[in-house]
């Protein structure tokens, strides 16, 4: 997966749309970190997500991805299931999470990862974060380098 300008530029504006904070993973680490800054409990995770390993829970969500990647499109998690996102992560800043895979030639090569504090953000936002997914794996393909 590559990080491209127009990749970035496209997330900023997503995130701002989205009222939430966007992560994007490769199979091992955060990559990439937009965060709502309206939000200070968001705000202030930032620096505790870029280029931090993910938690052996995400580790775990892209193994189910990748023995069934045509099957698994999304996974939304609300406050009795929050997933940690990275190793020691501390669960109580968000109550909703949207986590979608990144595949690119029929493997998954990282997730796209939707947080935000408010409870209701779920329902209303799922096409949005679908969306999103779709124009992250063709921003981040070797087409756009």
């Known amino acids: 997966m590559y990080i491209t300008k127009i990749l970035t530029d496209f997330l900023t504006l997503s995130q701002s749309l989205s009222n939430s904070t966007i992560l ?3 199979t091992e680490k955060v990559i990439l970190c937009l965060f709502d800054k309206e939000n200070n409990k968001m705000q202030k995770k930032n620096n505790d997500y870029l280029n931090k390993t993910i938690s052996d829970s995400l580790k775990k969500i892209l193994d189910l991805y990748n023995s069934d990647i045509n099957t698994v499109d ?3 998690t609300t406050m009795d299931s929050i ?11 968000y109550r909703s999470q949207i986590i ?3 595949t690119h030639d029929c493997s998954v090569e990282g997730l796209l990862i939707f947080i935000t504090d408010d409870r209701e953000y779920l329902p209303s936002n ?6 999103t997914k779709h124009f992250v794996e063709l921003f981040s393909s ?4």
């Open 83 to 93: 997933v940690p996102l990275v190793v020691n992560d501390d669960v109580s800043n």
């Open 24 to 26: 994007l993973t490769d």
């Open 74 to 76: 999304y996974m939304n």
């Open 126 to 131: 799922l096409k949005f974060a679908k969306t």
């Open 142 to 145: 070797k087409r756009y380098l």
């Open 100 to 102: 979608l895979p990144i």
